[in-house]
Nanobody
């Protein structure tokens, strides 16, 4: 069974940092695009960062320079380091897997989400 499990969400003071982790199981991890999405109440999920199977990375404009996505194929895990957190970053963050190795924002496996809050 294909599963994704996030961890690391928390409440931190604005300007602080968090590291989210996503552990995968049930498939050939290294062959797939992996990403992080966010969702605010009443809104759709939007991509925050993604990493292709070949390691190509892209970020949403509002996190470029503050967030860093990475993955470890041997651990079947990917991560997002979130620095200089702002209240605008407050959301539930979801770990995601794409349909194939290239990240084209088409997702077919989601984690359950982990909440990130930056407070003033």
């Amino acid at each position: 069974q294909v599963q994704l499990a996030e961890s690391g969400g928390d409440s931190v003071q604005a300007g602080g940092s968090l590291r989210l982790s996503c552990e995968a199981s049930g498939y050939m991890y290294s062959r797939y695009c992996m990403g992080w999405f966010r969702q605010a109440p009443g809104k759709g999920r939007e991509e925050v960062a993604a990493i292709d199977a070949d390691g190509t990375i892209r970020y949403a404009d509002h996190v470029e320079g503050r967030f860093t996505i990475s993955k470890d194929n041997t651990k079947k895990a990917h991560y997002i380091q979130m620095n200089s957190l702002k209240s605008e970053d407050n959301d539930v963050y979801y770990c995601a897997r794409g349909l194939g190795g290239y990240c084209d924002k088409v997702i077919n496996v989601w984690g359950r989400g982990t909440k990130v809050t930056a407070y003033s």
